[in-house]
């Protein structure tokens, strides 16, 4: 089973930007679907963006035009650039990975990160 861990996450002004990297180890994530979530106090886990090892895209509506993830295949990561930022995206991000067709929900998902932290002050 591939490892995920997370990183970047951090403070950040409305309207700022922050780069999130997903880093796997155990496995190649070349050929698996990695997905990006988030949960909020208090809510659930949402869907922010994913992509398949084809690097076929989705995302959330409230991330297109803000968020772009890539993969990086030599470096076995997967990121997550968020710009313009609201607070409303703080959140506990985590990223996950599994060999499922390209799908955005969590409970297709078998590997995760712990998440990192991002803290979106108005």
């Known amino acids: 089973q591939v490892q995920l861990v997370e990183s970047g996450g951090g403070l950040v002004q409305a309207g700022g930007s922050l780069r999130l990297s997903c880093a796997a180890s155990g496995r190649s994530l070349s050929t698996y679907t990695v997905g990006w979530f988030r949960q909020a106090p208090g809510k659930g886990r949402e869907f922010v963006a994913r992509?398949?090892?084809?690097?076929?895209?989705k995302y959330v509506d409230s991330a297109k035009g803000r968020f772009a993830i890539t993969r990086d295949n030599d470096k076995n990561t997967v990121d997550l650039q968020m710009n313009s930022l609201k607070p409303e995206d703080t959140a506990v991000y985590y990223c996950?990975?599994?060999?499922?067709?390209?799908?955005?929900?969590?409970?297709?998902?078998?590997?995760w990160g712990r998440g990192t932290q991002v803290t979106v002050s108005s």
């Open positions: 996950a990975a599994d060999h499922s067709l390209p799908t955005t929900s969590a409970s297709d998902f078998g590997s």
């Open positions: 992509i398949g090892w084809n690097r076929n895209i």
